[in-house]
């Protein structure tokens, strides 16, 4: 045997050949004491390897658990009920997307886009903003601001709104910073205002009546509750109008009170408004960026996704003056960079076809409210016919109802969840094939109350399959 192996089971290293002078039962005897050193030693190697590996599997995993700053952020209900959808294959009338075609004048300009003769359409563009979006971007809404708005500096280009949110609160809040949310609020708020360490503080809107038919501007919030919110740490306040889910258009007097507000203690307003343009007659969209002395103090955030009903496209953007949009510039230069260019090139053709026919009723911009507006109507009229109350929306393409007259027809011990309207959602989209959303994921904890006895619906689908909703619903509702 050459004694230069196994250095590291043997203590002592030879470097001679032994073997040539030992006889064979001295061999034999060598052998054998030889294999029992090596189990004996073997063994207590992986013994230590064992007891390492369990030491270091702990502290691995106490290492890669998640961050302080995201606990409590775990659950998403889009998460939750997208693999609802999967398992149970209901209707959906949950998350907020068209189940029919985008307009044809936009995916074409996709198409043109990817396959145009210019290489550098499919390559990486500036980065706060594709030059020809901000341009029309620009040009849009210095027409509807009333002010000349800068493309290169007012104006930022974001993955989504969901980024333009992002962007605005990393970029403006320092730990300890309060923001006031409006509830029910688009859920992404609370989490991402502590993410960035701010302290979200709540004011729920609440129905005037809760008995007969509603309507979104029937909710309202309390003036001297909101006020009673500001102080010295506030840094600014969401606002989301048209809102999601009630479909409430802030109105002229709601907006003035907010912005006055705003005004006496230097705060920031983060307006919302991916819902702009789907706006019911006889409401109206005012823009509190319009309000006097507001655009000074207002970031306002837009949606591609929801203007053109191409959500999967995930383009929006965040506008407003150039001192405060640089802030957010600093954070998506760092993070997210550029948006996709051929998107973001077709999202500017679709905007410079609208502004062509911009005061025509052609125009997708009220078209789209238009064609909406039936559908609303249609889905208030079978949830009513079933029992349920639903808040009429002003705006937006979602519709809450109250459900609770038809508690006795769902099992909800059934379902383990906290809040009832979670119990509800999943016992119907189990039981009677209909998905909506549970509204009390848009409270904060003390204020999930008022959103348990709804649920949401979106109306944004095809004729077919709010039919075939309006059926499951009254068939559930004739069982006993
Ligand atoms: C109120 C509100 N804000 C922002 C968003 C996010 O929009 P985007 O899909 O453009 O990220 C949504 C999407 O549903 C929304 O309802």
Known sequence: MHGTENNFLLSSTSTSCNICKINCFDLLKWVTMFTKLCVAATSKISHAFILKDTISHSA???????PD?????????????????????????????????APENVIKALAATTTSDNPLLNQYTRGFGHPRLVNVIAKL??????????????????????????????GHTNPGDEWIIIEPFFDCYEPMIKVAGGVPRFIPLKPKNINGPLSSADWVFDKQELESLFNEKTKGIILNTPNN????????????FISDLAKKWNVLVVSDEVYEWLVYEPAKHIRIATLPGMYERTITIGSAGKTFSITGWKIGWAYGPANLLYNLQVVHQN???????????????????????????????????????????FMAKFLSDVGMIPT???????????????????????????????????????????????????YSPEHKYIGEDNVRYCFIKKDENLEKAAELLKKWKSTQ
């Open 60 to 66: 691995v995993m106490s290492k890669f658990e998640i």
């Open 141 to 170: 809404f210095s027409r509807l601001l009333n002010r000349t708005l800068d493309p290169n500096n007012e104006i930022l280009i974001t993955s989504g709104a969901y980024e333009a949110l992002f962007s605005t609160l990393q």
């Open 392 to 442: 009429i929306p002003e705006g937006g393409f979602f519709m809450i109802a109250n459900w609770t007259k038809l508690k006795d027809k769902v099992q909800l011990e059934e379902e383990t969840d906290e809040y009832r309207d979670y119990r509800f959602t999943k016992w119907m989209a189990k039981n009677v094939g209909v998905l909506g959303i549970p509204p009390s994921t848009f």
């Open 335 to 377: 993070t997210v960079y550029t948006c996709p260019t051929p998107l973001q090139e077709a999202v500017a053709i679709a905007f410079e076809q609208e502004l062509e026919r911009f005061d025509s009723p052609d125009c997708y911009f009220v078209s789209l409210a238009r064609d909406l507006k039936p559908k609303r109507d």
């Open 69 to 101: 700053r995201l606990v409590g952020n775990e659950k998403s209900v889009w998460v939750e009920y997208t693999q609802l959808v999967l398992k149970y294959k209901p209707l959906n009338l949950g998350q907020g997307f068209p189940d029919f075609h």
């Open 245 to 256: 889910p009630i479909g409430k258009v802030f109105s002229l007097d709601e907006l003035q």
